[in-house]
């Protein structure tokens, strides 16, 4: 009688156990949300892509950390080619409702293949930027402007140190 106890004590408890790990796991993904961007542009002889899936964790209403990676594909018809490849790392802030602060310190390889013709050289580097960013927050999105404060006009794979963005996070 004393083995029977001590079987459907342990079976309890291990059903206790495997109900309790799988709350545990479904508070975390309860707080994770995915998001990222689409980039495509194409004209006379150019084309571009970019591709950027990014994942982030909500602590709480007003912060939130997060990872991304990114990859794009340009080309210019009998000028250029490039392949940027690259990851970000983002942090998240709403000091109050619907207004929301960031941070993004993003690392991009650059290769870039000039047509023989023009005697340009090829360029494979890596470029840094850190944006700082404020934005209104709507639900699940964002509408803002972001800064590069490492902006280099030589190196960066951005036109500009100021840009718009508009972010979503589901």
Same mark, same amino acid.
């Given at each position: 009688m004393n083995k029977i106890k001590t079987f459907f004590l342990l079976l309890f408890l291990s059903v206790f156990n495997f109900f309790h790990a799988q709350q545990v796991k479904n508070?975390?993904?309860?707080?994770v949300r995915f998001?990222?961007?689409?980039?495509?542009?194409?004209?006379?002889?150019?084309? /571009?892509?970019?591709?950027?899936?990014?994942?982030i964790y909500e602590f709480n209403n007003t912060?939130? *950390?997060g990872a991304g990676l990114n990859g794009t594909l340009n080309k210019q018809k009998d000028f250029y080619k490039s392949t940027i490849l690259g990851g970000s790392l983002?942090?998240?802030?709403?000091?109050?409702m619907n207004i929301q602060l960031?941070?993004?310190?993003?690392?991009?390889?650059?290769?870039?293949?000039?047509?023989?013709? *023009?005697?340009?050289?090829?360029?494979?580097?890596? /470029?840094?930027?850190?944006? *700082?960013? *404020?934005?209104?927050?709507?639900?699940?999105?964002?509408?803002?402007?972001?800064?590069?404060?490492?902006?280099?006009?030589?190196?960066?794979?951005?036109?500009?140190?100021?840009a718009p963005f508009v972010r979503f996070y589901f």
């Open positions: 508070e975390f993904w309860n707080h998001g990222g961007g689409i980039g495509l542009s194409f004209g006379d002889g150019f084309f /571009s892509g970019t591709l950027a899936p990014s994942v912060l939130a *950390l983002i942090g998240l802030y709403s000091p109050i960031s941070a993004e310190y993003e690392q991009l390889h650059v290769n870039r293949t000039y047509d023989n013709q *023009l005697n340009l050289a090829n360029d494979n580097y890596w /470029s840094p930027a850190l944006f *700082l960013g *404020l934005g209104y927050r709507n639900g699940n999105a964002t509408l803002g402007v972001r800064y590069d404060i490492l902006y280099d006009n030589q190196r960066s794979v951005y036109a500009n140190a100021w």
